[in-house]
Nanobody, 115 residues
Framework: QVRVVESGGGLVQPGGSLRLSCAAS????????MGWYRQAPGKQRESVAR???????NYADSVKGRFTISRDNAKNTVFLQMNSLKPEDTAVYYCNVVRAASIYWGQGTRVTVSS
């Protein structure tokens, strides 16, 4: 059974940084994509950043230049380094793993950007 667990959320001031981690277990090999999504109160879940099995990345326009996604294949882990955080980045951040026709989601980690 595939399990996806996020960590690293918290409260940070505007302009600050946070690093989110997402660990996948129960999955073998590295032929899967991983991604970060977020859902702010009253809004739909949106894609933030994705990284393919070969390391190809893509980002939402709203986070380009501020967020960096990376992965450690040996540990089945993906990271999201978030710099220059803004209040509008406040949301619950979710990680997913996409392998063939299967998508696995974590429970989310809350990020609050506020002074």
């Amino acid at each position: 059974q595939v399990r996806v667990v996020e960590s690293g959320g918290g409260l940070v001031q505007p302009g600050g940084s946070l690093r989110l981690s997402c660990a996948a277990s129960g999955i073998s090999g590295n032929s899967y994509a991983m991604g970060w999504y977020r859902q702010a109160p009253g809004k739909q879940r949106e894609s933030v950043a994705r990284i393919g099995s070969g390391g190809t990345t893509n980002y939402a326009d709203s986070v380009k230049g501020r967020f960096t996604i990376s992965r450690d294949n040996a540990k089945n882990t993906v990271f999201l380094q978030m710099n220059s955080l803004k209040p509008e980045d406040t949301a619950v951040y979710y990680c997913n793993v996409v392998r063939a026709a299967s998508i696995y989601w974590g429970q989310g980690t809350r990020v609050t950007v506020s002074s």
